[in-house]
């Protein structure tokens, strides 16, 4: 049995108010010839299809039209799609009905009540059990080991079990993504590969973008990652996984295919930081045909040069390339810097709201309890739930 195993898409991502619209359709194509050649038994799109929550009708246009390429590329496909924290729980599952003619089946939500809701049987192949991210507080215990159970119940000819999740995994490589601790990931909570229990054959993972698999997972459980990068610091190639599963006993063979990017991200200089004016000096040495997405690495004692994304937007006028933003870091062996702890805008925007909250209560002498750092997270995660539904 073949498997295409994808996720975070996020269509409709704009960078530094560019519209990426060409470059993410000509990934969709490529995942669509993927198909054409490879002909899985099983697509699985785990999670964030979407960037926001309320995507253009023009993105979602562009989804459904894709979606009917997938089929017509393989029409005995089985497509399985569910929810990321950056979908709408509720939109996903809007048209899950005239999708079943296309061999869809999309999963916005956890139903506590009725948990066999996430669990499918392809005939003579395999089943599925497809789990939406869902946010810890409403999550059963035990969800996962609580649905491989009931699939082993339903399980009487001895499919392989395939399950799909978006969430963080401890341990996992995790670079590119800005929110991040030794506990949370992109603004998920991490869990250990263990919690997902026992008894699937290949675990489907999504969120985060740089595709691997699993420590601890005996070659069982993968990220596939993003096909596209989404940020500047995701600074690998991008991909989506073939699996093959001869059958429950055997390790699944897994390998990439890798899709090419029409505008890069490029980062002046590739490695490291540099004055303002070797970084200006690169980018006036970037070939002038090259399309691509530039940001310029700086290294600054206090403040950037007047003007200077004025002068960077100049540089970059006449050629092909697009110039995006200046990554100021600030020099960390300056007294005034100790003295100040200041950041740059840079800086400010890789910090999660609560990390700003942090520092706020610490530049103003005020040590944070257990049961407010416990009130400011719930606060937040109340935030992001109310923009998935």
């Known amino acids: 049995m073949k498997i295409l195993h994808t996720s975070d898409w996020h269509l409709g991502h704009v960078l530094y108010n560019y519209d990426r619209h060409v ?34 009708a023009s993105v979602q ?70 789990v939406p991210y869902c946010h ?20 009487s000819e001895n499919l392989p079990v395939l399950m799909m999740a978006h969430t963080a995994v401890s341990g996992c490589d995790f670079k590119g993504h800005e929110e991040m601790s030794e506990t949370m990931i992109g603004g998920i909570d991490s869990i250990n590969i263990h919690d997902f229990g026992t008894g ?27 096909p ?18 001869s059958d429950k006993e055997s390790k699944p063979g897994i390998r990439e295919r890798f899709i090419e990017n029409k505008l890069p991200l490029v980062s002046l200089p590739a490695d490291g930081y540099s004055s303002f004016d070797k970084a200006i000096e690169l980018l006036k040495a970037f070939p002038d045909e090259t399309e691509a997405y530039i940001r310029l690495n700086v290294e600054i004692s206090d403040f950037l040069p007047h003007l200077a994304r004025e002068e960077a937007l100049a540089t970059a006028r006449e050629k092909r390339c697009r110039f995006c933003h200046i990554n100021a870091v600030r020099k960390c062996n300056t007294e005034e810097h100790d003295l100040h702890n200041s950041l740059s805008i840079g800086e400010l925007k890789k910090m999660s709201p609560f990390k700003i909250a942090e520092k706020f209560a610490d530049e103003k002498g005020i040590i944070i309890g257990e049961d407010v750092r416990s009130l400011l997270k719930e606060i937040i995660e109340n935030i992001n739930e109310e923009e998935r539904e």
Request: glycine share 4%; hydrophobic share 35%; with cysteine.
């Open 23 to 56: 470059e993410q359709r000509h990934m969709l194509e490529q995942v669509v010839d993927i198909v054409r050649d490879e002909r899985p038994d099983v697509f699985l799109l785990c999670g964030d299809i979407y960037h926001t929550t309320q995507p253009s």
């Open 61 to 130: 246009r562009m989804f459904a039209d894709t979606m009917v390429e997938i089929h017509s590329a393989c029409p005995e496909m089985q497509i399985f799609i569910t929810a990321g924290n950056h979908d709408s729980a509720s939109r996903h599952e809007i048209f899950s009905t005239p999708w079943r003619a296309l061999n869809v089946t999309t999963v916005g939500s956890v139903d506590s009540s009725n948990l066999d809701s996430l669990i499918f049987e392809i005939s003579n192949k395999c089943f599925v059990i497809a």
């Open 136 to 155: 810890e507080r409403n999550m059963p215990d035990s969800l996962f080991q609580q649905l491989l159970d009931r699939a082993a119940e339903m399980n």
């Open 200 to 226: 699937y054959d290949y675990l489907a993972l999504g969120h985060i973008h740089h595709g691997q698999t699993i420590k601890g997972s005996k070659g069982r459980a993968r990220y596939s990652g993003s």
């Open 228 to 245: 596209l990068p989404v940020s500047f610091d995701e600074e690998y190639p991008h991909s989506v996984s073939i699996v093959e599963i």
